[in-house]
């Protein structure tokens, strides 16, 4: 008795159903999407072609006036540039605490791992606000490091300079984002097998060549992830730069702000919205397409052989290489 009709027929009845059920699982995210991502960009991308009059409300008429206003003044400019220099400051300097940190953590603690890194996570568990706050209490004209300063006989007045800075945003930052490094980074070097750095030490590679050589470029992916978290988090940011930078050292989230609140221009606001959402885009696009490039390039060389040496053809160097064996 041929069964193939009836289990086709049978395929077939169940076949709505669990495309209903995948509609009732996809439908409620997307439908989140659409309404609070999707919409709300496209309504910043037509206001900002529209007009304002002379009370600053937004009039619907075609203008250009916003986009020629942020491509002529300096201001938007030099205000986006310093952000871009504050991010990639922040992120030079959490990548560099975040990799020989993760680094310890992963290959040199043997006991009490899962604690160290869960002291390294609890930092997310406080509010933003009380972390950035809290900065703003060390370095104060009062704070802790000035009082510090002047108990030690180091400074007879308290230092101005600490609070209030383009340093003091980084500093705050810098702690606020490291987090979000370290654990991609710490990821990545869990999953690198440890027989590949057995193998590179027993080529003769020391603990130094065997880091640049095998361990940081397997953990890459992870490094440009978290890379990618701080900086984009970083352009995003406008609490920092107000409670630690104050007024002279606003970043262009900042701007936003003050377009859409004190200044009431939002098709200006809009224009500066949109231009970083471009920005934070290609820069993903960019660090998506990196991270591919380098998976193909691992690939092709794990093809030609792991754990040689350059210019060692993938020998071992006590292999015999002519014909006595």
Same mark, same amino acid.
């Given at each position: ?30 439908? #989140? ?10 309504? !910043?991308?037509?206001?900002?072609? !529209? ?5 600053? +409300? ?8 916003? #986009? ?15 952000? &871009? ?11 560099? &605490? ?12 043997? *006991? ?18 009380? *972390?950035?706050?809290? #900065? ?10 000035? =009082? ?13 300079? /600490?609070?209030? =800075?383009? #340093? ?11 987090? /979000?490094? !370290? ?13 590949? %750095?057995?193998? =590179? ?9 065997? &880091? ?16 990618? &978290? ?6 995003? +940011? /406008? ?13 262009? =989230? ?10 009431? +221009?939002?098709?200006?606001?809009? %224009? ?24 193909? !390039?691992?690939?092709?060389?794990? *093809? ?14 006590? *292999? ?6």
């Amino acid at each position: 008795m041929d069964t193939a009709p009836a289990a086709k027929a049978s395929i077939h009845a169940q076949t709505p159903p669990k495309r209903r059920a995948l509609l009732f699982l996809v439908l409620p995210p997307a439908l #989140w999407l659409l309404c609070f991502l999707v919409l709300p960009y496209l309504g !910043l991308f037509f206001q900002s072609f !529209l007009g304002t009059n002379d009370l600053g +409300d937004v009039v619907l008429e075609p203008s250009l006036d916003a #986009w020629k206003a942020f491509f002529t003044k300096t201001l938007y400019r030099s205000t986006l540039l310093y952000t &871009f220099k504050i991010a990639l400051t922040v992120t030079s300097l959490a990548v560099l &605490f975040s990799v020989p940190l993760a680094y310890f953590i992963a290959f040199k603690v043997r *006991r009490g791992k899962e604690l160290l890194y869960s002291l390294i996570i609890v930092p997310l568990w406080v509010s933003y606000i009380v *972390r950035a706050y809290a #900065w703003k209490i060390i370095l104060g004209r009062e704070g802790i490091l000035n =009082s510090f300063l002047q108990w030690a006989k180091i400074t007879d007045a308290p230092v101005e300079a /600490f609070l209030y =800075s383009e #340093w003091a945003i980084i500093i705050g930052l810098v702690h606020i984002y490291t987090p /979000f490094v !370290l654990m991609p980074v710490y990821t990545a070097f869990e999953q690198i097998p440890r027989s590949l %750095v057995e193998a =590179s030490k027993d080529l003769g590679a020391g603990r130094i060549t065997t &880091f640049f050589r095998v361990v940081l470029p397997l953990s890459l992916p992870g490094v440009i992830a978290g890379g990618t &978290f701080a900086f984009v988090l970083t352009l995003g +940011d /406008f609490l920092a730069p107000v409670l630690l930078g104050g007024t002279d050292n606003l970043m262009i =989230s900042n701007v936003v702000q003050n377009l859409f609140g004190t200044s009431n +221009d939002r098709p200006l606001g809009s %224009v500066v919205g949109i231009v970083l959402l471009v920005v934070v885009v290609a820069l993903l696009e960019t660090t998506s397409r990196a991270e591919k490039s380098f998976a193909s !390039l691992e690939s092709g060389r794990g *093809r030609g052989g792991l754990g040689a040496q350059p210019g060692s053809s993938g020998r071992s160097p006590h *292999r015999p290489t002519g014909g006595a064996r």
